[in-house]
């Protein structure tokens, strides 16, 4: 530190991401609502200095960021990697096709806009990596271009966001260059996909936070409000493009508690009904705010994809029915008594099948079996399917006359039924036996058609028709959802996925469930025999309405449990522990005849420099905290208040935003560590600030690109920033053509194969 202690570096008093709302204190840690004294800089210098340099340093940064971002956006003229997805849905956004995703709306509803205003007209549905742009007459170039732009802000936003927390321009300038000229983020910002948006609103929630920390003094001002606001708005766009962007709503939030707890200091001198104004302001502007944008987000979708497309097939009947065009109706009929009706199992599309075939006396375990009829669940069309709905007694016995109910009857909601086996002439039967797989469970088999009285009663099941159906009140095929609850044991009819031995032929086992209201146990009527719904004549139904709350917690519901359920093995996946140390990469697009090809790859330098900073930021504020626990300041007060919150702040939205995805157990992907990266860089610049620039600016009061006064750089302090951004620069350079699709020969492809992992194409 150039044999300079800590203390002698410091120059200005200090503020913070989170500071305390004291009045500012000077370098002897005297209170002082004083402006700092001024630095004298020579008038030569003034006169000579007409531009501000921060101004100018954001004018390089704004330029060079839009250089590398947008040159050769127009290559390749093909579908690359996830457009084949987000293109697609622009295109289903301009049909007005209902469809589904596991992410939000807000980005894909951006790009579907921008795709509409330059000409797309939703023809185009992007069906295959590799496919032409230009053949299919698609204005790529002007898709790509907006989404790049967004990605041309994130260096542009984090310089921003250095300078109103104090640091230098020689700190700001260093992190947001780095973010310029790293191959990951340049890669993925060129193409339409969703992160940049989500990246952007990350930063914009953290810079509008810092300047409503900066009005601290004046709570409740014009300014206050409006940066407060500003940051809500923000946290609810981050989720509504994806939901990890919940992430950033923890971290904003846990700073807010903190700043709460210490205004909370009866020492602050504020009382019980002014800190509760302060935490409803908060609430309002943090939680309500976010939650009501997020939710807008969802009736504009809503409002926009109102005809039946790909995505009504996740959704419950209810929903479908809400959708134009549905062709939900046109393959519904009502279900009536004495018909033969074929019981689809809703999650794992199977249906409901029995055979003349019994169950072992046996089981492997030794437990003893009823030896009744098989009763499985099986995955193809079969006559062996098909069940006849017949009337059942309330009162347990057998009626006088079983066939009261003709067949003009429907089978309402709360109809207690007998499903008869038509291939076995046999009654679906439940007791108290336990099922082959699932012991805690009971038994589905099938009882003779001459049943004595107390056997007639293990035949009768009452018809649940799900309040996510369609209809309600009476059973109709494909649009109820009904549960076949047993009378006299109150147990449900439940598929478990699980496939029973061969002497079953593998088939899916069916079992008795003692929790009712159990998502498997929901079964569809798949269709009647001989009644073919399209040609019935019945009347066009128009689309039923539904209360908003209703589609919105049912589609945030689907969303989640398809994300979670995204597992299935991927090429290009990789662990989260591998993304700071660049372990892993993702082919996004190939040409074999011209040895092209275009390689997700973090940056070798940047990004092990980004994790070290890290580590090196979390001891240094360790270390700190253990020496003051000691009565030892290693550091000046002013300092180190610096470091526990404005660089605290940092690392913690890089264990945030990073440390969540190793208990996620869905397929990841390298572009899941982008906003974790972000801070990473921050905490390069922040670790520069620390060892080499002597000053730290007010940060309560000076406003972005006043200070003018960093016109010096010590030697060490320039050494270190032109060594840094020349092997960021260069690393960048060398590993250009993988961003750009440039063409390389086997030696070039080689020469940059730093680690075996790297699974480049064309390496022979």
Known sequence: MGGKTVRQRTTASQAS?????????????????????????PKSVVSATTLNPSHVALFVLTALSFITRFYCIWFPSEVVFDEVHFGKFASYYIRRSYFFDVHPPLAKLLIAAWAYVVGMDGNYLFDKIGESYIENNIPYISLRTFVASWGAAIPILVYMIMIESGYSVYAALLTGMMLVFDNGLVTHSRFIYLDNFMIVFILCAVFFYVRFFKSRFHPFGKMWWINLALTGIFLGCTVSVKLVGALTIAMIGIVVILDLWRLLDIQRGLTVQQWS???????????????????????VHFA???????????????????????????????????????????????YMHSHNHQYPLRYPDGRVSSKGQQVNGYGHKDFNNYWTVLPGSTNGTVPVDPTRHN???????????????????????????????TTTNMEITTSAKNATDDKYKGTLWRVEIDKKSANTTHWVTEASLVRLIHVQHGVAIFCNNKKLPDWAFEQMELNGNKKPLDEGNVWVANDIEGVDPTKMKQNRRKPKPMNFFLKFFELNRVMVDRNSALTKPHPYQSAAITWPF???????????????????LGHPFGWWLGFLSVVCLASLLFANLLANRRGIEPASPLIYRHLDRSAGYILLGYVLHYFPFFTQGRALFLHHYLPALIFSYMAVGTLYQYAFVEDYGRFALRSLGSRVRHLHLGKSA???LVVILVLQVGIFLFFAPLIYGSSLTVSQVLARQWWHAWDFQFLK
């Open 17 to 41: 991401l989170t500071d305390t709302g004291k009045p500012p204190i000077n370098a002897k840690g005297d209170k002082s609502t004083a402006a700092e004294k001024p630095i004298a800089v």
């Open 718 to 720: 320039a050494i270190a």
């Open 304 to 350: 926009v994809v109102h005809r039946s497309g790909p995505g009504d097939r996740y959704m419950s009947p209810a929903f479908q029915a809400t959708l134009t065009d549905s062709p939900l109706y046109a393959n519904t009929v009502d279900v009536r008594y004495n018909q033969n009706v074929r019981l689809r199992h809703k999650k794992h599309k199977v």
């Open 407 to 437: 067949s003009d009857d429907v089978v309402r909601n709360g109809d207690v039924i007998r499903l008869l086996h038509a291939a076995t002439q046999s009654y679906l039967y439940t007791h108290d036996v336990a099922s082959p797989l």
């Open 277 to 299: 104004q302060h935490f409803a302001a908060r609430a309002l502007c943090l939680i309500v705010i976010p939650i009501a944008v997020y939710m807008l987000n969802f009736y």
């Open 582 to 600: 660049v372990l892993r990469g993702v082919s996004y697009w190939s040409n074999s005849a011209e040895r092209q090809q275009i390689y997700l």
